[in-house]
Nanobody
Framework: QVQLVESGGGLVQAGGSLRLSCVPSVSLFRLNAVGWYRQAPGKQRELVALSPRIGATNYADFVEGRFTLIMDIAVNTVYLRMDSLKPEDTSVYYC?????????WGQGTQVTVSS
């Protein structure tokens, strides 16, 4: 069983920045993939960024170069750096991790962008 603990959400004005953090209960080396998803009220959960163990990080089209997924092995933490935030980025953001066939999710952190 893998636990993912997120932090860093909050309220920010449009054009501002936030950094989300996710600390897994196992070493990042044990995860086949890590990433971030988001879910707005009344909408399906959608991919934001996904990084496989080998290969490049995949970003959703709506990111448009504004977000960056960063893995810091030294502190065993995955970050999502979000710049140029828009009101439509308002959502609950979830950290995601995968080991073998199993998917794991964090509890979610709310990001609210005011216009």
């Amino acid at each position: 069983q893998v636990q993912l603990v997120e932090s860093g959400g909050g309220l920010v004005q449009a054009g501002g920045s936030l950094r989300l953090s996710c600390v897994p209960s196992v070493s990042l080396f044990r995860l086949n993939a890590v990433g971030w998803y988001r879910q707005a009220p009344g909408k399906q959960r959608e991919l934001v960024a996904l990084s496989p163990r080998i290969g490049a990080t995949n970003y959703a089209d709506f990111v448009e170069g504004r977000f960056t997924l960063i893995m810091d092995i030294a502190v065993n933490t995955v970050y999502l750096r979000m710049d140029s935030l828009k009101p439509e980025d308002t959502s609950v953001y979830y950290c995601y991790g995968k080991t073998g066939p199993d998917d794991y999710w964090g509890q979610g952190t709310q990001v609210t962008v005011s216009s």
